[in-house]
């Protein structure tokens, strides 16, 4: 058995968590009643599908197999994507509401701190992160559509009082950080004195 590289756990959980987007958004592609949600979809099926894929492949050129666990979330997901819940009620199901858009800190950057992944699976890797950062802006995309074109649903407008809530938070504490810094820039002793 060849040695274990120590990002062998990174590329199993990605090979089965694309594997398992693949299975839910296709089921999800059958049932949709939207031709445009349909594109959107079949586009991101597509790559969670070849990833689940070509991850698989890369554990096993590494030498080893991909080990899947049981996970009752994915039962859930299945559920709710063959169901006739409406797109934008699935999108909020499965969290693709929240998605990051790729200009935040997200958990890829994290992925090159290992310096030890070799030259193909590091080539892989960045493929891979910047597919998913494209789809988080392609998912993003569909479903303000469809947010907006739930129009006056009082939930939609609930998301965006919620999202103006949110961005005046994060400006109060960006002010409280700035006068924390002013306050202990102006407590530090001079040289002088
Ligand atoms: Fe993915």
Redesign the pocket.
């Known amino acids: 058995m060849p040695d274990k590289p120590s990002y062998l756990g990174l590329l199993n959980a ?1 090979a089965v ?2 594997a398992r ?1 693949h299975e839910y958004l296709t089921a999800w592609i059958e049932v949709t009643p939207s031709s445009d949600v349909c594109a959107v979809l079949r586009t ?1 099926a597509a ?2 599908g070849e ?1 689940g894929m070509a991850f698989a492949k890369r554990v096993d050129e590494l030498g080893f197999q991909v080990r899947v666990k049981e996970d009752p979330e994915h039962a859930r997901r299945m559920e709710i994507a063959r169901s006739d819940r409406s797109d934008l009620e699935k999108m909020k199901a499965f969290g693709l509401h929240k998605v990051d858009t790729g200009n935040k800190p997200d958990v890829f950057d994290d992925f090159f701190k290992d310096h030890s992944i070799d030259i193909w699976t590091g080539e892989l890797l960045g493929r891979y992160i910047a597919e ?1 950062r494209d ?1 988080a802006r392609l998912l993003r995309g569909c479903y303000q559509q469809l947010k907006a074109a739930a129009g006056g649903d009082a939930s939609a407008a609930a998301d965006d009082r919620l999202d103006a809530i949110e961005s005046k938070i994060d400006a109060v504490c960006r002010a409280v950080d700035e006068l924390r810094q002013i306050v202990c820039a102006q407590s530090m002793p001079t040289a002088t004195s």
């Open positions: 990605i968590a694309e987007a991101v790559r969670e990833h998913e789809t």
